[in-house]
């Protein structure tokens, strides 16, 4: 508890103590003239535009956190302080308060959008690959049904106004011949999208393929990957994932939702000055993006706050709940005005059970956790290895030749299979379905009472035995269950969009209906058993195999994502089903520690640590008893740490130093004999300063002093005039000394957001720890390669 206190004091002294980052500005020749004098540095108003560039970030680096804020915090200090003198302030001052929820406002409705007409796309696409509407072919398959008098509550997807390919070419809709047709049409239709998909990725947008968390989680831990959340990735993932998802491949559009809402967030921060020029706050919109992402992937509002919460950021202040909870509000809202899916509902698989779970049935749906706690874990070693047998080999090479075969395959395996044919949703939503009385689905291929008394109540039906549609359905079921297995595991990290979720709830919905039926025909033949006697008398709704695949739905993503509270809230968001709450909670926890006992990474962790990005996994504890100075650079034999002096080194020094090295920064000390730490210069900003300096500055050339104190040195009369720099140093780096415990610092590292860290002895300079630093001693903690940890 004390350091959690002394780490949030640490917190915001710090931040306070920061505000001498922007100080340097020489946009206009006075103040460059100012500079070049050696009276006290005169401080710049931190709202006037600093040195285009400095403060800003390079690719692939990490941002600041603690200036980031600092930052920030002087720029609401002045617009408070301003607000008091004028009008004209004070309405610029509730313009600047109000921006934020403006802009969740606006992201909110923009992704909502996008959202409803990717799902609108997506249904119709999916049916194009079956047949045509002839009354107009942007009906779907479900649309163009609707208006025909002719259907019957049997075959109420059969209407004339709907062809089959093998109706319009061959004219005929039965036979071997209209089989074959069918078929070809299917593969050549998911070919084609497939084709279009990886193509469009290829040449306009590669950051668009993939689920996109694993990098927005970087991303918002403060990593900067130039592009990604750009608006030609916002376009092409948009377009690219309605064709993905239309080919058939077994992969959802949940997580490439998440994706397609942060770029909205980050295309759309650009229209407000606090966002677009300070990271930090950019990150906190972001992180209310991806709780809008899943609130319009799931029709799920308050399990996308959760899960962005849980899941997703790292940083996430009670404003940006209270934002997130808004910016969900309003993209759900605008989902509903749009109703793709016709029925008024925000999702596709509504369900509503009629008969109430027993404390019995808490067994099977144990059973169903320890299920997908052994799925999620398989699923990640083996995609893992399949994703890096395609970066260490050739497979890489073909992206377009790989998604082919594999659309070519899944076509292939699918269309023989109804319940592997149909979409991921439609699936999940026909696994769900409870049956009634009328229902013509394979599922529901019960044998039917002989007397009505044996209907219970409330229109739902007494428990009955399986009939021969039900067998068949059952086999059929068993074979997409491996085929789904199978499929997507090599699917899931192609370079088309691809999302988790669809597919991971696919697998457990199959398997949960599996044995929801076992279970039914089990206590159906069975009543006098102790286990179901008293609850399931002869008669009585008493199993409800939807509702196990529902359990088995949560499982199986609870074990591939290792998500809890927020998968527990969408999954009974999804479904309305509030009473069966501990079903999902008793399941969810089970397949956590089952996976968890195999290993502590989800999937999105896992292909992080893949890809080699700097991401501190804040769930990950340090249990290494080492210290700082084992973990610093420079270590025993290395040439000794590049630093600048306060005052005795030259502009043309400082250009060969920063030339020769390719450090992110530099500490600044008093001198090479006594190795006092002054402060702290990123390389970027040092190089813009002298650039500009060189520019726009007269007398300064190489041999001109370069000056970090208030005072310049006494210099001859003929040298040139000093380059002072002292506003672009950071005057409070951080720093631990030699024997600071190294789970102390990860912590600091953590909880700061920090990027590097000085190590001092007795006040003088050691070494250095960047974040890169700890990964790879974290790395080779764990056995693994300290290499594979890419970028900075």
């Known amino acids: 508890m004390g350091w959690e206190f002394w780490s949030k004091q640490m917190d915001e002294e710090e931040l306070v103590a920061d505000g001498g980052y922007d100080e340097y500005s020489a946009g206009s020749s006075s103040r460059a003239a100012g500079m070049n004098g050696c009276g006290p540095t005169k401080l710049v108003d931190p709202l006037e535009d600093p040195l285009p560039g400095v403060g800003t970030y390079e690719d692939f680096n990490t941002i600041d956190w603690v200036r980031e804020k600092s930052k920030d915090r002087d720029r609401h200090r002045e617009i408070t302080n301003k607000s008091r003198e004028s009008t004209v302030a004070l309405l610029h001052s509730v313009s600047d308060a109000f921006s934020g929820w403006l802009l969740m406002l606006l992201v909110g409705l923009m992704a909502g959008a996008l ?48 062809k089959s390919w093998a109706e319009l070419i061959a004219g005929t809709a039965q036979g071997p011949f209209a089989y074959i047709v069918n078929y070809l049409m299917y593969i050549f239709w998911a070919l084609l999208f497939s084709f279009l998909a990886v193509t469009l990725v290829r040449a306009f947008a590669p950051y668009a393929c993939g689920s996109g968390i694993p990098e927005i989680k970087t991303i918002l831990s403060g990593f900067i990957i130039r592009g990604y959340l750009g608006k030609w990735t916002l376009i092409i993932k948009t377009i690219t994932l309605v064709l993905a998802v239309s080919s058939g491949l077994s992969l959802g559009k949940e997580g490439p939702l998440v994706h397609v809402a942060c770029c909205c967030a980050n295309i759309l921060c650009h229209l407000f ?83 109430p779970w027993h404390l019995v049935e808490l067994a099977p749906f144990i059973l169903l956790g320890i299920f997908g706690g052994l799925w999620g874990t398989l699923f990640i070693k083996a995609n893992i290895a399949w994703c890096r047998t395609r970066k260490t080999t050739r497979l890489g090479h073909y992206p377009v030749i790989e998604v082919l075969l594999v659309t070519a395959v899944t076509a292939l395996l699918a269309f023989p299979n109804s319940y592997t044919r149909m979409s991921g949703a439609e699936l999940i939503s026909e696994l769900f379905n409870d ?19 044996e209907t219970g109540v409330d229109n739902s039906l007494a428990d009955r035995p399986a009939g021969a549609g039900l067998y068949t359905a059952l086999w059929q079921l068993a074979l997409a269950l491996i085929f789904k297995i199978l499929i997507t595991v090599i699917t899931f990290g192609m370079k088309v969009p691809s999302g988790l979720f669809i597919p991971s709830m696919a697998v457990g919905a199959i398997a949960g209906r599996l044995l929801g039926v076992g279970v039914e025909q089990l206590a159906y033949y069975n009543h006098d058993w102790l286990i179901f006697r008293g609850w399931c008398s002869p008669g009585a709704d008493c199993i409800t195999p939807g509702l196990y695949a529902m359990v088995g739905a949560a499982a199986c993503l609870g074990g591939v994502t290792r998500m809890t509270v927020s998968l527990v809230v969408i999954m009974f968001e999804l479904t309305g089903g509030l009473e069966y709450i501990v079903p999902l909670m008793a399941a969810t926890m089970t397949s956590k520690w089952v996976a968890d006992a195999f ?179 974290m790395a080779q903690i764990s056995n693994r390669d300290p290499d594979s940890i890419l970028f900075n």
């Open 435 to 453: 049956c009634s009385l009328l229902d013509s689905s394979q599922l529901c291929g019960y044998k039917q009472p002989v007397n009505t008394s």
């Open 599 to 777: 290993g502590r990474e989800g999937i999105y962790e896992a292909h992080i640590r893949l890809n080699g990005y700097p991401f501190l996994e804040p769930k990950e504890e340090f249990e290494h008893s080492s210290l700082a100075v084992d973990v610093m650079r420079p270590r025993r034999g290395d040439p000794a740490l590049a630093v600048l002096t306060q005052d005795s080194m030259t502009v043309g020094e400082v250009e060969t130093l920063v030339e020769s090295t390719h450090f992110s920064g530099f500490p600044v000390v008093i001198s090479q004999e006594s190795q006092r730490l002054v402060g702290f210069v990123l390389r970027r900003d040092l190089l813009i300063s002298i650039d500009n300096a060189r520019k726009r500055q007269d007398g300064i050339v190489s041999a001109s002093l370069v000056v970090f104190t208030e005072h310049c040195p006494a210099q001859p009369p003929e040298a040139p005039p000093p380059l002072r720099l002292r506003g672009i140093m950071d005057l409070s780096p951080f720093t631990v000394t030699d024997h600071t415990p190294m789970d102390i610092t990860v912590d600091i590292f953590r909880k700061l957001g920090l990027r590097q860290c000085l190590v001092t002895h007795n006040g003088r300079l050691l070494g250095i720890i960047t974040k890169k630093d700890i990964l790879k001693h």
């Open 273 to 355: 000055t606090k966002y677009r020029k300070n990271e930090a706050k950019r990150r906190e919109v972001l992180s209310a993006a991806a709780a809008v992402g899943v609130s319009v992937a799931f029709g799920a509002p308050i399990g996308g706050v959760l899960f962005s919460l849980e899941e997703v950021s790292y940083y996430f202040p009670l404003k940006t709940l209270w934002r997130s909870f808004f910016a969900a509000l309003v993209a759900a809202f605008t989902l509903r005005s749009i109703n793709p899916f016709g029925n008024s509902r925000l999702v596709l698989f509504y369900v509503e059970f009629h008969a």
């Open 115 to 162: 959202a409803g007409g990717i799902d609108i796309a997506a249904h119709w696409m999916t049916d194009l690959k079956e047949g045509v509407c002839l009354i107009g072919f942007w009906f779907n398959h479900e649309h163009c049904c609707w208006t025909s008098n002719e259907t019957t509550f049997q075959e109420r997807d059969r209407c004339p106004q709907w």
